[in-house]
């Protein structure tokens, strides 16, 4: 099924390195971290899923340009999504919020800083989520290089959606320190860690 989801909507007929692993890894209910380099597939990992999952999948990034980027990219095949950050009016944000409600969306991007609504956050507590994807991951860790508290509050939204919904952590890097950094602050029920090797075979120095 996920083979057909790929040649349906992005029309490939294989995945990259890594990418089934990962699918795999979440389509079981596994919490997992994958580790892939810029430009190796990250955003395929969670959207194959979210369209084989019932209700929708949340997916927390920062990257407010590449969620709208994401979000065209995907109505251009003919997947339904929304975004919510705090750039929008009270209006597109209920508008967002009645489409997750109706089924009208399958996956929702939400940046970090939402998350310390709380009137946001009550919002999200009738939805049927399947899964829970942070995106950037290594922003949760003080470890790492670029900490954001606000991505603390993933933890009270994994309370919110449900601990049995599957979190997939994603980053292009993370040292041994900030991967299990990750997985404690996101409540990881067991380690699963898919690195894809950052050699890059075509360059040379």
């Known amino acids: 099924m996920k083979h057909s989801i790929l040649k349906r909507y992005w029309g490939y007929d294989a995945f990259r390195p890594m990418q089934e692993e990962i699918i795999d890894s979440v389509l ?8 892939l380099p810029t ?10 899923p979210a369209m084989l999952l019932p209700g ?19 109505a ?12 929008l009016t009270p ?10 409600r109706l089924g009208k969306a399958k996956i929702a991007y939400v940046s970090p800083e939402r998350l310390q609504n709380e009137r946001f956050l009550a919002e999200l507590r009738p939805l049927t989520v399947s899964l829970l994807v942070v995106d950037e991951a290594h922003c949760i860790s003080q470890w790492g ?24 952590a994603l980053t292009a890097s993370a040292t041994p320190e900030v991967t ?3 997985m404690r602050h ?8 898919f690195a894809k090797s950052f050699t890059r075979e075509n360059l040379s120095y």
């Open 91 to 100: 209006r597109e944000k209920d508008l967002g919020m009645t489409r997750c």
């Open 56 to 74: 929708v999948t949340i997916v927390v990034t920062p990257l407010i340009s590449l969620m709208k980027d994401q979000v065209d990219n995907l």
């Open 180 to 182: 299990g950094d990750i």
């Open 145 to 168: 290089y670029d900490f954001r508290p606000s991505y603390l509050r993933i933890a009270a939204l994994r309370r919110i959606v449900g601990e049995e919904v599957p979190v997939l």
């Open 76 to 87: 251009d095949r003919g997947i339904r999504a929304v975004l919510f950050h705090s750039g």
């Open 39 to 48: 430009g190796g597939g990250k955003s395929l990992t969670f959207q194959v």
């Open 28 to 35: 079981e209910g596994r919490d997992t971290l994958g580790l």
């Open 186 to 193: 996101l409540g990881f029920r067991e380690p699963r860690v």
